[in-house]
């Protein structure tokens, strides 16, 4: 017995050596730092612009997919990051999910005809977001490749040990996903755009499992993860990019003794003095097919100018043209 405990020891020893001796010094001080490696850092407000402006209202739809991966969706994964992401970059408020699954619930039920994408924009449109973002997951997988040339000594007993995903093979995760940008007001595409990452590391691999038993947290060590996140980085880009030139819009919630009251406050980054147009719609232009309004014909019937700021609502004074209406849209100038 102890004669087979010294060969066991010995084989073991050896199967070390050729292990380290095979290793290249850069993977062996990548493996000996992944110790003291962080969780990986997401996106936050410092990988983006800084913005100080008025902030837009957006709706992020729940994206559609070609991949599912184990008992997760990857599609409301990836658009339940975006949407923070959103947040994130300080330059949008994001409509609540379930607010706009309640709105599409009841168009449904009116929304003979239409298409689920000219109800989402409806939805948006409904719940004062100026535009609808909508995804379709066309990648999210992971590949498995050799690397750092290390060997694997089967022992009696004693399993085999591979670097890479522990051991001697790197993860590569690749994440993409079509976006497509939506006005609701005249329910237009504004523009589509395909976020691609992929990204190699030698951390966690999800194997064959998927998501099976995987912690959240589990999954923010794998390169898969990293890809996601960068991924959805560039997605919060194309999307920064594409309405740094459309119009910041409110509309007009009450008018009282002269005094105009905007639904929108310090949770927008509206201040005092900030000067809008007001604008009344003249005509909707109606798809006699689905219903759907395709375009507004406005015209402008004023200007007013913010004197004090709440959270979520301000009040301003007219100092030019007429006196606006309940639901009057106005424009930031």
Known sequence: MKHTNKVLGMMLIVALMLFYAAEPVEARSRRSQRGRETQTATPSAEAYPPYSGVKQII???DFDS?????????????????AEELVNCGRFIVVERRNLDDI???QELSAAGMTTEQTMVRAG????????VRGTVTKFEEVQSASGGGVSVPLPGIPIVRR????????????AVN???MDTTSGQLINSHTAAASVTSQKTSLGTRGYIG????????????????EAIRKAVMFIIGETETLPITARVAAVRDGNVYLNAGTNRNVLIGMRWGVYKTDEEIVDPDTGLVIDVI??????IQVTSVRDQASTATPFEGTLPEVGDTVRLE
């Open 59 to 61: 709706a992020v739809s």
């Open 66 to 82: 070609v991949w599912q991966v184990g008992h997760g969706s990857d599609s409301a994964i990836l658009s339940a990051m975006l």
């Open 104 to 106: 599409l619930a009841e």
């Open 125 to 132: 449109n409904l719940l004062g977001a100026a535009l609808l």
């Open 164 to 175: 890479g995903t522990v051991g001697g093979r790197s993860t590569t995760g690749e994440v």
């Open 179 to 181: 976006l497509r940008l």
């Open 214 to 229: 995987m912690s959240f947290s589990e999954f923010k060590q794998t390169a898969l993860s990293d890809a996601a996140h």
């Open 298 to 303: 406005e015209n402008r019937i004023g200007a």
